[in-house]
């Protein structure tokens, strides 16, 4: 989780929690609990959670050790008082990284759970007719399909058309995301005054769509009806 994310969640400053995650000192209980709460724990944990950050804030005093008899250890031994600061601030430090691992991992659960699905499939119809001259639309001779790459002829390319998916106008494809390949043309380009066709149609836009196999081929959309082109606000492919 961001710092700001986190601030935004629990009301405390990110500046705040960030320091508390670096340490050394025990983090403020209140912005432990409050910021393991606002990420979705429940109230047991966070409670179990409060009791141990007041166990290593008021640790227990250790017995009174007996008088030495023997000689003072030399400086190369640490006297117990610092034997046990060190293993606090081992504690501490333990401490703050399985609070961050917590947080860090309902944080996650909680974008799982939160993450859109999938968009649904949108049913595109075909439309496999060439534009010629000033203003026809005729059918064309050979079908639409879906190929394996956004590139124009390629049944021509060996291994590029996705057997099975050969089309006629009024045919139907659910189409599932979008994406930029080569531009291409409904139009026959050599017939006279084509220009001047309305029906002419050039794009990059290229759909991807469902092949009877499960995978997902391509299909300009200059092949599609008019209602069907300009991406319909499918995802990228």
């Known amino acids: 989780m961001s710092f700001r994310r986190a601030e935004e969640l629990s ?7 960030a320091a508390a995650t670096r340490g050394p000192g025990l983090p403020n209980a209140d912005l432990v609990t409050d910021v393991l ?6 109230p047991d944990e966070v409670a179990a959670w409060r009791a141990r950050h007041a166990r290593l804030r008021d640790p227990e005093p250790a017995p009174d050790a007996p008088m030495p008899s023997a000689p003072v250890p030399t400086p190369a031994t640490p006297p117990e008082p610092a034997r046990r600061s060190t293993r606090r601030r081992v504690e501490i ?3 703050v990284l ?3 691992l917590v947080a860090g991992l ?6 799982v759970l939160a993450e859109p699905a999938p968009p649904e499939p949108r049913t595109v119809l075909v439309q496999n007719r060439v534009a010629i001259g000033p203003g026809e639309l005729v059918e064309d001779r050979t079908p639409s ?3 394996a ?14 057997p099975g998916t050969d089309v006629w106008s009024g045919a139907t494809f659910e189409a599932v995301c979008q994406l930029t390949g080569e531009v291409i043309t409904n139009a026959d380009l050599t017939s006279t005054s084509i220009g001047q066709n309305p029906n002419a149609a050039v794009s990059e836009v290229w759909l991807g769509a469902l092949a009877p196999d499960g995978r997902v081929g391509y299909i300009s959309e200059v092949y599609l009806a008019p209602a069907y082109r300009g991406g ?3 995802p990228h492919c």
């Open 11 to 17: 009301g405390w400053g990110k500046s705040t929690i």
């Open 37 to 42: 709460a606002a990420v979705g724990l429940d």
């Open 93 to 95: 430090a333990v401490f």
């Open 98 to 100: 399985l609070v961050a």
């Open 106 to 111: 309902a944080t996650a659960l909680v974008l």
């Open 145 to 147: 399909y879906l190929s």
């Open 149 to 162: 790459r956004p590139v124009a002829y390629c049944a021509r390319q060996p291994g590029c058309k996705i």
């Open 232 to 234: 319909l606000g499918l």
